[in-house]
């Protein structure tokens, strides 16, 4: 099947192009600058799918709220109308489980474009993504996890506030095979599901398990304090994997936490200079 993917040049959407050319002809399309109404006719021609991943994150919304209106949402209520017009048959779109408290203009755009989606005619799914993390050689990905890797690996651990905070951390490698399984299951109207782990690791967990992988890995174990929190804390978010569970099976079935932060140590300590 011929896949149009958008956002392949990003942390998640270039791990995505490379799962999906296993068993597909990828094509791609940069959004960053959105592309004319004719461009888009162009580049779904022939495709079966849509897999739409381009969009500013939160830093980039917070500093250009009017790009983010045309990148996150105008541009997926054209490419929804464009994908109806080629006669695509399936469109996934990558939401985040950040929605469930859209407190910020990255959060509001994306339910925006959310209801585009469950417009579609064809079948579709709106794939809550929960915070990934992985290494990667640009240093794209979940921050959180990467500073308290490169902190610890200096000493000391520093946890924001009480550390009471939690994420829903998933590996790279379990949400690009999920994704890459939903491509085409979609249902109409949307099937919106968290794409998830189901499980909410508090920050103070996250240190602890970073420090004692840290150890493991037979670098010194680092500290770990707590530090006045600058800011409001982020306000309480607990994806639900059940509907992916539902719809993927044991497939939906995700590497433990500590394996993968351990792998992630493991990468991250290879690529520093000797």
Same mark, same amino acid.
């Given at each position: 099947?011929?896949?149009?993917?958008?956002?392949?040049?990003?942390?998640?959407?270039?791990? %995505?192009?490379?799962? %999906?050319?296993?068993?597909?002809?990828?094509?791609?399309?940069?959004?960053?600058?959105?592309?004319?109404?004719?461009?888009?006719?162009?580049?779904?021609?022939?495709?079966?799918?849509?897999?739409?991943?381009?969009?500013?994150?939160?830093?980039?919304?917070?500093?250009?709220?009017?790009?983010?209106?045309?990148?996150?949402?105008?541009?997926?209520?054209?490419?929804?109308?464009?994908?109806?017009?080629?006669?695509?048959?399936?469109?996934?779109?990558?939401?985040?489980?950040?929605?469930?408290?859209?407190?910020?203009?990255?959060?509001?755009?994306?339910? %925006?474009?959310?209801?585009?989606?469950?417009?579609?005619?064809?079948?579709?799914?709106?794939?809550?993504?929960?915070?990934?993390?992985?290494?990667?050689?640009?240093?794209?990905?979940?921050?959180?996890?990467?500073?308290?890797?490169?902190?610890?690996?200096?000493?000391?651990?520093?946890?924001?506030?009480?550390?009471?905070?939690?994420?829903?951390?998933?590996?790279?490698?379990?949400?690009?095979?999920?994704?890459?399984?939903?491509?085409?299951?979609?249902?109409?109207?949307?099937?919106?599901?968290?794409?998830?782990?189901?499980?909410?690791?508090?920050?103070?967990?996250?240190?602890?398990?970073?420090?004692?992988?840290?150890?493991?890995?037979?670098?010194?174990?680092?500290?770990?304090?707590?530090?006045?929190?600058?800011?409001?804390?982020?306000?309480?978010?607990?994806?639900?994997?059940?509907?992916?569970?539902?719809?993927?099976?044991?497939?939906?079935?995700?590497?433990?936490?500590?394996?993968?932060?351990?792998?992630?140590?493991?990468?991250?300590?290879?690529?520093?200079?000797?």
């Amino acid at each position: 099947m011929r896949v149009l993917l958008t956002g392949a040049g990003g942390y998640l959407g270039s791990a %995505l192009a490379e799962a %999906l050319s296993a068993a597909h002809e990828v094509r791609t399309l940069s959004a960053r600058t959105p592309p004319e109404d004719g461009a888009l006719d162009a580049a779904l021609a022939g495709c079966g799918a849509v897999a739409h991943l381009a969009a500013l994150k939160g830093d980039e919304c917070a500093a250009d709220p009017a790009r983010a209106m045309a990148v996150n949402v105008d541009l997926t209520r054209r490419l929804v109308g464009a994908a109806e017009r080629a006669g695509v048959g399936s469109f996934l779109f990558a939401s985040s489980y950040f929605v469930l408290t859209p407190t910020d203009e990255y959060a509001r755009t994306k339910l %925006l474009a959310e209801e585009a989606v469950r417009g579609f005619r064809g079948a579709a799914v709106v794939a809550r993504i929960a915070s990934v993390f992985g290494f990667d050689p640009q240093g794209r990905g979940q921050e959180v996890v990467a500073a308290f890797v490169r902190n610890g690996l200096a000493g000391r651990i520093a946890v924001s506030g009480d550390g009471s905070a939690e994420l829903d951390l998933v590996d790279r490698r379990d949400a690009v095979r999920w994704l890459a399984l939903l491509l085409g299951r979609g249902e109409r109207p949307a099937l919106t599901l968290d794409v998830a782990r189901g499980e909410s690791v508090t920050l103070a967990a996250l240190a602890a398990l970073v420090a004692d992988r840290l150890a493991a890995s037979g670098a010194p174990r680092p500290k770990v304090e707590f530090v006045p929190r600058v800011g409001p804390p982020p306000p309480p978010r607990r994806a639900d994997a059940a509907a992916l569970r539902r719809v993927l099976g044991p497939q939906a079935r995700a590497m433990p936490l500590g394996d993968a932060v351990a792998e992630f140590i493991a990468q991250y300590r290879l690529a520093q200079p000797r």
